[in-house]
Each structure stands twice: as structure tokens, then as C-alpha cells.
């Protein structure tokens, strides 16, 4: 009896102690409601780390710091001192990829959450070797992300903003001091034409309605990005630099222009913010004051279905809450994404305790997209209006109220005139649709009496390219926000534009839609073409390299001898930073080292780096010496990238001085367009293919020997050479 009260005291005791815990911490969450609460900004560092890093400059970060918080230093929360307490070990982690780095970041998520706010910012000081960042699986898919610090009750909907700064001692107090002075100029580095990309015509719309003057760029342009507040990019990139489709270059870590303006950076491009990332620091170095962006697979060549969703988001939030700091609007972003698709906020819970999941398709995608994006810099950096709204293109048409297509048939009319001075008219078609309609319904536009185009939800993931249509919305509580931007037709004169409810229950056209004039020599402007460069002329450019010195080895087939190539290889082909933006991921191709294709043997690599690409996704121009063997034909495995329209141009070269110059076609390797030899599956829903060409180049005078074979254009992956003999 006396046991049985003693453990009912204890139990007492026990329940006692955790209410006073939880309501302690659910009183700390109260508080959020409060205005003041949600502007606070609390520091997480691992002092002893800094310490001896930054050793007599310590100091002045610290200060920095304190200023941050205006002076409150109880919201400098020092974690490494916490962990080392309670664990008897330090809280930093030693390299990337790390096991240990997720647990490390979900135990440092449970001790934030009880000393600072829902609504609040967290400020991680330090890289993500001092304090760790979450490494994640989602699965052939591993990347590192700060974005589940948001989600501080671990109910998967982020709820407090976080920044992580890092840097030099003299780049870290920049960003804690923030953005003074925010200019009126910004750049939007383009790899789709503005008129017809969902995302970058959102920006450039939004940035020029708060009165910033607006620079569109195809191509690189260093004295504009010099010259630029805000830097925006949507295209191509890696953890060294960011380009357009054609593989052309726009900034590059190594060749990082001045950025006196302190800018504010959004990246929209793959991988550029993997742990260590140059392309980060460089822009951190040259003056940047923040930047966004993601660490892993961006979908935003898939306009507006996933990563889109993102952008849409957040630039509606930014409309409805000019005062939000940028870290806050892509929290907001973040959940309102979530909140947005049934179930996702379940998978981001169990990938924040866990740090990984396994899960394929949509639901990947969705997870990718919510997960990786991050932000660095200045906590408090906003977009603030500027001046009156600028004009990027002659609007002939403004929708100004919303217009109802309650059934089926009812249609919205409107008339335009267009001038022979014009360039494109582009119908941007902003319509909400009911979430329980979006897989049913059915629009037809037309211009002057004839149908431009059918518009429903089935067909949403279209590429932009001018000329077709560019379609794709995102969830806001029971509504699809269907986005959709039509050319319309050269014609000049008086248009009618006629949208017509084919099938639905209702629709409404929303506020905003209008039809953009964009100037005739826009694409001169920008420096954007419709048709990829002429690669012969790119040549003289970027002189060939040479990648190394070949070996022959036997095939075990009479005649046919394989060109060691395992040395010389750059890249491995599950890599996500090849794959022309498409980025499909592919665990393995081939289950031996010995292939056939049409009857000829291949001896191809499996493991570690086993293809040759080049190294920023552009030209593949390279030169494999010492064959020294006379052949009657080469045989190539390749796989062509970013939809190559060009062939990959080869020279022969041999050892009486001369050369032969041949060339073979080149076909983007998801679309499994012929020829192909192979052709593996992908388990993602758009790019379930991975194919790979065989071609062949027969040499003009087999008599003689080769003593090296040089690529001097093309966009293409190098597998396997076979030389066959007579």
C-alpha cells in the first residue's frame, strides 16, 4: 500500500512537472500573437566554435549580434555550450554528407523551440559545419536544408522564419546589420523568354509595380548586375555558377563582379547552395546582403506546377504584406504550400525527425520543392516599394473587376487594338477554379473567331518556349489559381478575345488579367534568342582541353578495342547537375561492364565518375591524346543534354599532322527520341527516360594512325569509345 502511494505521489509529481513545462512553453508560443513578439529576432550560435575560428574578430561579430537584438542578449541562444553540457561532445559536424548531422539538427530544432516564438526569426550564426544543418533523403534524392528550423512543434507547417549567416567576420557583420538603403534598380537573368515564363514575368511584374526599374537579361551582363538593388535569376545553375539554356554563363563564383549596392539575390537555379556552395560565398564576398535560393533539384523548368507554386506564393503574400521581411514571406510560402496539398505537412513532419523518406512522383516533387529552399543573410531585408510603378510593356487590356462563368458555354469578351509599331501580345489568363473542379474543366480562348488554344489543368506542366502557351497555378485553401500565358496572333488592328467555359461548374477570371505589348526588338534587348547559338562559332571561344591520355583494352571481340576512358571521366551520371535542367536522376544504367549495342562492344564504367561532361553543363569540348591505333570507324555512347539542336562536331587527329572533321546528330537523352540504344526508366513522373545514343564516325583513311580525337561542340555526355579495326 505504502509502494502504491509513493508511486501515485510520484506520478503526481510527474504530471505536475510537465504541465508547468508545456504550459511554459505553450505560454512562449502565446506570445506570438503579440506584435511585438513576432519582430523578435533570436541568435543561434555555437560560441566556442566561433571563437576559434574568428579569434580576435569574435568580438566585433558578437557586437553585431547584440545589435541585432538591441541589446537583449537572452535571445542570443548558445547552443554549442547547451550540446556540449548535455551531451559531453561538441555540437559541430566535420563534413558533409553527414548521418549525424540530422540528429544533431533536429535536437538543436526541440532546444530552440523552447526559448523562442512561433512568428519570430531564427538567426543561424555560422556555417553548417559549426551549427549543423539537417541532411536529407527523399530517396535517390540527398540534399541539406535550415528549412525545417521553421517548423518548430514539428507538426510539418513552418511557422517561424529563419536566416543563416556565415562568411568572413567582415561579411557576417554586413548581414547582420542589414540593408540600409534600398535602390530602385534590379535584373532578372532570364534562360526563358520573359513573356512567356510564368516566373520571371511574375517578378519583373511585381517589381516593376513597386516602382523598380526593371533590366530583362538573356545574356551575361556584368555592369548591370553591378549596377542592380535586387538580382533575380531563373535558369540553369550548379554550386560554381548560374546560366541560361544555352549553357551560356551569367555569373560564375570564380568571376564574381563588384556588387557595391549590397543586392538582395534570388536564385532560382539547381544546386547552387549545397554546403560549402562558391557560388554563395562568392556573392556573400562581392557584397550581396542575402540571398535565396535552393540546395537541390529546382522543377522550375516545369512552370508554375511546383516551383512556381513556391514563387506564386510568396509573391501574393508580398502584395498582401508589404512589411514582411523576405525570410518571413517564404516561411509563409512555405506553409501555405503545405496547407495547400493534402498529407504534406504529415511527410514534412516525418522528414524533419528522421531526415529521410521514401517517396517517388508528386508527392517527391512537392516535398523537394518545400524543403529546399533556403535563405541566407540579412534577417530584416524586405522589398520595399520604391517609386511609382514602372511600365515593362504596353498594356492594351487590364481586367479590373472579376468576371463570373457560372455554365457551360457562357464566355468573357473583351477588344484591343494592336499598332503596327507592336511587338508580341501575350493574354496573361489569371482564373480561380474550384480546387474540386481543377482535374475537369475546359477553356477555349480565341482571337478574332479563331481558337488559340484549350486550356484545363491536364496539360499544366508544357515548357516555355514562345510561341506555345505557358500554363500552370497553385492551391490557395479550396481554389485552384490557374496562371496561363497565351501569344496571341500577330494581327494588327481592333482584336477580340473571346474566353469561353467549355466544361466546369464555375469559373472566375481574375483581377489582373491583361494583354501585355511587349516592344518589337525585345529579344535584342535582352540578348535572348529564339534559336541556340551557332556552336561552330563558339569554338574559337573555349579552346579544346585536353582531359587526358587513353589506353587501349581488348573488348574480347575480334576487331573491336575499347578506349580506356575511367580516368578521364568527370561526372557521375546519377548527378543532378546534368541532365540539361531537366535533372533526371537515374540510380544506375547498366548491370555490367560489358554492353552491346547493334553488335558492337562497349566496356563502360559503373561506379564513381563514369561519365565526361563538361563541367557547367555547356559545351563538352575536350581532347583524349595517345591512341595511337588506326581504325576503320569509331563508336560513341552518348547522351545529348539542355534539348541540343546542334551536332557534336569531333576532330580526328593524326600522326602525319592532318585531321578529319566529322560530326553526329545529338537528341535530348529524356525523351527518348532516336536513335537509341538504351533506354532506362526514371521513377520521376516527367523525365522517365534515360536514353543513350551509339554513333558512329568511319574514318577516311583507316590506314593511317589516330593520335587523338578532340570534341569541339556539342551538349552531350561521353560514355564509351570503341575503335574498330579492319
Same mark, same amino acid.
Given at each position: 500500500m505504502k509502494l502504491r502511494t509513493r508511486t501515485n505521489q510520484n506520478n503526481l509529481l510527474l504530471v505536475f512537472l510537465l504541465g508547468t513545462l508545456f504550459a511554459a512553453r505553450g505560454q512562449t508560443f502565446v506570445q506570438a500573437d503579440d506584435k511585438t513578439s513576432k519582430k523578435e529576432i533570436f541568435i543561434v550560435t555555437n560560441h566556442a566554435k566561433m571563437a576559434d575560428n574568428l579569434c580576435c574578430t569574435f568580438d566585433s561579430v558578437l557586437e553585431a549580434c547584440r545589435s541585432l537584438v538591441e541589446g537583449n542578449d537572452k535571445r542570443i541562444l548558445n547552443a554549442g555550450r547547451a550540446y556540449q553540457k548535455r551531451f559531453g561532445k561538441p555540437l559541430c559536424i566535420d563534413r558533409y554528407p553527414s548521418e549525424e548531422a540530422t540528429k544533431k539538427a533536429q535536437w538543436l530544432r526541440d532546444w530552440i523551440s523552447f526559448r523562442a516564438c512561433k512568428g519570430s526569426t531564427i538567426v543561424l550564426l555560422g556555417d553548417e559545419k559549426s551549427v549543423p544543418t539537417w541532411q536529407i533523403s527523399l530517396g535517390e534524392i540527398s540534399f541539406t536544408t535550415d528549412s525545417l528550423y521553421s517548423d518548430l512543434d514539428g507538426n510539418g507547417i513552418p511557422d517561424t522564419a529563419v536566416s543563416r549567416i556565415l562568411g568572413t567576420p567582415t561579411m557576417m557583420v554586413r548581414q547582420l546589420k542589414g540593408k540600409k538603403k534600398y535602390g530602385s534598380k534590379a535584373v532578372i537573368l532570364c534562360s526563358e523568354d520573359t513573356r512567356i515564363h510564368l516566373e520571371t514575368r511574375a517578378f519583373a511584374k511585381s517589381l516593376s509595380q513597386l516602382g523598380y526599374n526593371v533590366a530583362i537579361r538573356g545574356s551575361q551582363d556584368d555592369e548591370t548586375l553591378t549596377d542592380s538593388d535586387f538580382i533575380i535569376h531563373f535558369g540553369h545553375g550548379n554550386p560554381s555558377n548560374i546560366s541560361n539554356?544555352?549553357?551560356?554563363?551569367?555569373?560564375?563564383?570564380?568571376?564574381?563582379?563588384?556588387?557595391?549596392?549590397?543586392?538582395?539575390?534570388?536564385?532560382?537555379?539547381?544546386?547552387?547552395?549545397?554546403?560549402?556552395?562558391p557560388l554563395l560565398h562568392s556573392f556573400l564576398k562581392q557584397g550581396a546582403i542575402a540571398y535565396v535560393g535552393s540546395t537541390a533539384t529546382v522543377q522550375g523548368m516545369i512552370p508554375a506546377r511546383?516551383?512556381?507554386?513556391? =514563387?506564386?506564393?510568396?509573391?501574393?503574400?508580398?502584395?498582401?504584406?508589404?512589411?514582411?521581411? /523576405?525570410?518571413?514571406?517564404?516561411?509563409?510560402?512555405?506553409?501555405?504550400?503545405?496547407?495547400?496539398h493534402p498529407g504534406l505537412s504529415d511527410k514534412l513532419s516525418q522528414l524533419g525527425r528522421t531526415g529521410k523518406i521514401d517517396v517517388s512522383g508528386d508527392k517527391a516533387t512537392h516535398l523537394l520543392t518545400v524543403s529546399e529552399w533556403v535563405y541566407y543573410g540579412d534577417p530584416r531585408a524586405i522589398m520595399p516599394k520604391i517609386e511609382s510603378p514602372k511600365e515593362m510593356s504596353r498594356q492594351a487590356f487590364s481586367l479590373t473587376k472579376p468576371t463570373y462563368l457560372n455554365e457551360t458555354n457562357s464566355s468573357w469578351k473583351v477588344s484591343f487594338p494592336t499598332n503596327a509599331e507592336d511587338g508580341q501580345a501575350v493574354l496573361a489568363l489569371y482564373a480561380d477554379i474550384p480546387l474540386s473542379d481543377r482535374g475537369d474543366f475546359l477553356l477555349s480562348v480565341q482571337q478574332n473567331n479563331q481558337e488559340l488554344s484549350r486550356l484545363d489543368s491536364?496539360?499544366?506542366?508544357m515548357y516555355q518556349h514562345?510561341?506555345?502557351?505557358?500554363?500552370?497555378?497553385?492551391?490557395?485553401?479550396?481554389?485552384?489559381?490557374?496562371?496561363? /500565358?497565351l501569344p496571341l496572333a500577330e494581327i494588327q488592328g481592333k482584336q477580340q478575345l473571346e474566353v469561353r467555359l467549355v466544361k466546369g461548374t464555375s469559373i472566375m477570371i481574375r483581377p489582373g488579367t491583361e494583354v501585355d505589348v511587349w516592344p518589337p526588338d525585345f529579344e535584342e534587348r535582352i540578348g535572348l534568342r529564339r534559336t541556340a547559338p551557332d556552336r561552330s562559332k563558339m569554338v574559337t571561344k573555349q579552346p579544346v582541353k585536353v582531359v587526358g591520355v587513353a589506353k587501349l583494352r581488348s573488348?574480347?571481340?575480334?576487331?573491336?578495342?575499347?578506349?580506356?576512358?575511367?580516368?578521364?571521366?568527370?561526372?557521375?551520371?546519377?548527378?543532378?547537375?546534368?541532365?540539361?535542367?531537366?535533372?533526371?536522376?537515374?540510380?544506375?544504367?547498366?548491370?555490367?561492364?560489358? =554492353?552491346?549495342?547493334?553488335g558492337v562492344p562497349f566496356l563502360v564504367r559503373r561506379t564513381c565518375s563514369d561519365v565526361l561532361v563538361s563541367e557547367n553543363n555547356t559545351e563538352n569540348v575536350y581532347e583524349i591524346k595517345g591512341i595511337e591505333a588506326s581504325a576503320q570507324s569509331l563508336h560513341f555512347l552518348i547522351w545529348g543534354y539542355m534539348n541540343p539542336r546542334d551536332p557534336a562536331r569531333l576532330q580526328i587527329n593524326f600522326s602525319d599532322g592532318n585531321s578529319q572533321e566529322c560530326e553526329f546528330p545529338l537528341t535530348e537523352w529524356?525523351?527518348?527520341?532516336?536513335?537509341?540504344?538504351?533506354?532506362f526508366e526514371n521513377t520521376m513522373q516527367y523525365f522517365k527516360h534515360a536514353t543513350v545514343a551509339h554513333q558512329v564516325v568511319n574514318i577516311a583513311h583507316p590506314e593511317k594512325k589516330i593520335m587523338s580525337i578532340a570534341s569541339t561542340s556539342g551538349t552531350y555526355g561521353l560514355i564509351a569509345i570503341t575503335l574498330e579495326k579492319d
Open positions: 539554356r544555352f549553357g551560356e554563363t551569367f555569373i560564375s563564383a570564380s568571376a564574381m563582379p563588384g556588387l557595391p549596392r549590397s543586392p538582395i539575390v534570388f536564385v532560382d537555379g539547381c544546386e547552387t547552395l549545397p554546403v560549402g556552395s511546383f516551383s512556381n507554386e513556391l =514563387v506564386e506564393h510568396f509573391l501574393h503574400l508580398r502584395a498582401e504584406r508589404p512589411c514582411s521581411t /523576405l525570410p518571413q514571406l517564404l516561411m509563409d510560402a512555405r506553409a501555405a504550400y503545405v496547407q495547400g491536364q496539360n499544366d506542366t514562345i510561341g506555345q502557351d505557358c500554363r500552370g497555378g497553385y492551391i490557395s485553401n479550396d481554389t485552384y489559381r490557374a496562371r496561363f /500565358l573488348t574480347g571481340v575480334p576487331s573491336f578495342f575499347s578506349i580506356d576512358l575511367s580516368s578521364l571521366f568527370n561526372r557521375s551520371h546519377n548527378s543532378l547537375l546534368v541532365g540539361g535542367g531537366d535533372n533526371a536522376s537515374f540510380k544506375t544504367w547498366f548491370s555490367e561492364d560489358k =554492353v552491346s549495342a547493334n529524356t525523351q527518348a527520341a532516336s536513335p537509341v540504344a538504351f533506354d
